[in-house]
């Protein structure tokens, strides 16, 4: 069972959004403002990984282009996210160290890939509904007459940044509000992405803790 104790930890290294921008300037107006953790099952089997970055390179000494990018780490299509993160998590389990860790990582078939949301018909539009869903909580001691009961539930994790604010969501992935926004957006980019020449996630940094 030692696959399953290396699921959770893998949010906060190979599948940690913030790693999927290594090339993001510090400080100034750049910044990430979407990022997105979805795990197949419970939070031990890690699916996806998508970061939104907001760049605003100079064209002059007074003006620059504002740029949306996202990227995103992914196991597989949503069919078949589970058995691809098991399978991951079962190579992971046979290394020792984070070099064999990251030669596992090369040899699975992992999906690196980003895209423009300026060049993606409706990805602004996508990401505008993640911004407007339904951020609330349902609440623990809510009467229900038929209360739903989720096995097992695929989680998710959204935090979204603005100007001055920072809102964060963690929840069953196949909810309705943000969860469902957050899907839809992805559903949106799968016919614009393009393979990332960024470093990928697992290049630096530990691997396993």
């Known amino acids: 069972m030692r696959h399953w104790a290396l699921g959770k930890p893998l949010f906060e290294t190979v599948f940690n959004p913030e790693r999927n921008f290594p090339d993001l300037a510090k400080g100034g107006d750049d910044q990430l403002i979407l990022t997105v953790q979805t795990s197949a099952r419970d939070d031990m089997a890690p699916a996806i990984s998508l970061a939104i970055a907001y760049r605003c390179p100079s064209i002059s000494p007074t003006t620059?282009?504002?740029?949306?990018?996202?990227?995103?780490?992914?196991?597989?299509?949503?069919?078949?996210?589970?058995?691809?993160?098991?399978?991951?998590?079962?190579r992971l389990a046979k290394t020792g160290n984070d070099r064999e860790a990251r030669a596992a990582l090369d040899a699975s078939n992992l999906e690196w890939v980003e895209a423009d949301l300026l060049k993606c018909e409706g990805g602004l539009d996508a990401f505008e509904a993640v911004r407007r869903a339904d951020w609330s909580p349902?609440?623990?001691?809510?009467?229900?007459?038929?209360?739903?009961?989720?096995?097992?539930?695929?989680?998710?994790?959204?935090?979204?940044?603005?100007?001055?604010?920072?809102?964060?969501?963690?929840?069953?992935?196949?909810?309705?509000?943000?969860?469902?926004?957050?899907?839809?957006?992805?559903?949106?980019?799968?016919?614009?992405?393009?393979?990332?020449?960024?470093?990928?996630?697992?290049?630096?940094?530990?691997?396993?803790?």
């Open 64 to 90: 620059c282009q504002p740029t949306y990018t996202a990227r995103m780490l992914r196991t597989g299509r949503e069919d078949t996210q589970f058995e691809a993160s098991v399978s991951l998590l079962r």
């Open 138 to 209: 349902d609440l623990h001691f809510r009467l229900r007459a038929e209360p739903e009961i989720v096995m097992h539930p695929a989680l998710i994790r959204v935090t979204m940044t603005g100007d001055t604010t920072s809102t964060s969501y963690r929840g069953w992935a196949l909810a309705g509000g943000v969860p469902a926004a957050a899907r839809a957006l992805i559903a949106v980019l799968d016919k614009c992405w393009m393979p990332s020449q960024a470093a990928k996630p697992w290049a630096s940094g530990p691997v396993i803790r």
